[in-house]
């Protein structure tokens, strides 16, 4: 039996993750999120090697009673101030981030865990100076909060396996969507303003790409990382490598919900909204082991399940 805890457990990936982690009843699992923005719906606490604690991490007196209660083997460390709009409107909130990465650290050395998988971000590349990004070539170079607080995580992971033995993988995720992702997100929001007919709003001219990896094959790479022992000590770009403007993303979701909505340009935002983003997504196809789904069926699966309401 392995004992597994998952922080941010409420959220959109990590609630995937804990439920595939509690298909095997030799795991236990412990989700723990502060429904800051998690909502409980997401995961299926019906079953009973699945246990939900309402904890905030970045809160050394909440987290340590979770630790030296349950005693996880594993840690897999989501909880964050997520989205770009929200990030950039609280980059104070956002630093408060490296007190729960600090705390889950300083736990996991003193209670034993054997690895701390990371949620990091494509964030951390900036603007690309190397297509595709490279887990070990690209350099780290945006200033945005966000991204400073995913880095000096890695930071964190690496100083922490070198002095204190503690194993780590990080997974850099690249727009993961999905059915139960939050409504602020911009597959999800294009979606819901299709099906109501309303203005799908585009920031710039929608010429800045981007890569859509759908959730199933994020939680399938990430899970076989976790299951075969692969990545240890090392970092993996989670994501695709099939690159669509943001204007082409909208002209799909019209065309698949058969909307009548219309196009409207907004000014760009002022920071965040990088130019273009395109992974090299070689490591993650050795753990996935089947074909990435492709993003106009990864579409139509959302439109077709139900769980699209959440969030």
């Known amino acids: 039996m392995s004992r597994i805890l998952v922080t941010g457990g409420a959220g959109f990936i990590p609630s995937e993750m804990a439920a595939r982690l509690a298909l095997d009843p030799a795991n236990e699992v412990v989700a723990v999120d502060n429904l800051l923005t998690g909502d409980l719906r997401k995961l299926p606490l019906d079953r009973s090697n699945l246990h939900f604690i309402k904890c905030d991490v970045n809160r050394f007196e909440d987290i340590s009673s979770v630790f030296f209660a349950y005693r996880p083997e594993y840690v897999f460390h989501y909880a964050a101030v997520v989205g770009v709009k929200r990030t950039t409107d609280n980059p104070v909130m956002v630093l408060h981030d ?126 076989n990382a976790f299951k075969r022992q692969e990545a240890v000590n090392d970092v993996v770009n989670i994501g695709s490598d099939v690159e669509i403007s943001i204007l082409e993303l909208a002209r799909l979701v019209i065309e698949l919900t058969g909307s009548k909505s219309k196009l409207v340009h907004l000014p760009p935002l002022e920071e965040g909204d990088m130019t273009r983003r395109m992974p090299d997504v070689s490591r993650m196809r050795q753990l996935l082991g089947h074909e990435p789904v492709k993003l106009r069926d990864g579409l139509q699966r959302i439109l077709a399940d139900t769980r699209f309401i959440m969030g």
């Open 98 to 223: 490296i007190d729960g990465i600090r705390n889950v650290l300083d736990l996991s050395k003193n209670t034993g865990v054997k690895r701390v998988y990371f949620s990091s971000s494509s964030e951390v590349y900036g603007e690309p100076v190397e297509i595709p990004q490279n887990e070990h070539t690209t350099p780290l170079n945006s200033k945005l909060p966000y991204a400073i607080v995913k880095n000096l995580g890695e930071a964190f992971l690496r100083s922490y396996h070198k002095e204190f033995s503690l194993e780590y993988t990080v997974f850099r995720f690249f727009n993961t969507y999905g059915p139960k992702q939050s409504h602020d997100f911009v597959v999800s929001k294009f979606i819901r303003a299709a099906l109501k007919g309303d203005d799908i709003t585009i920031y710039g001219d929608g010429g800045q790409t981007r890569t859509f990896c759908y959730i199933d094959d994020n939680i399938d790479a990430c899970f």
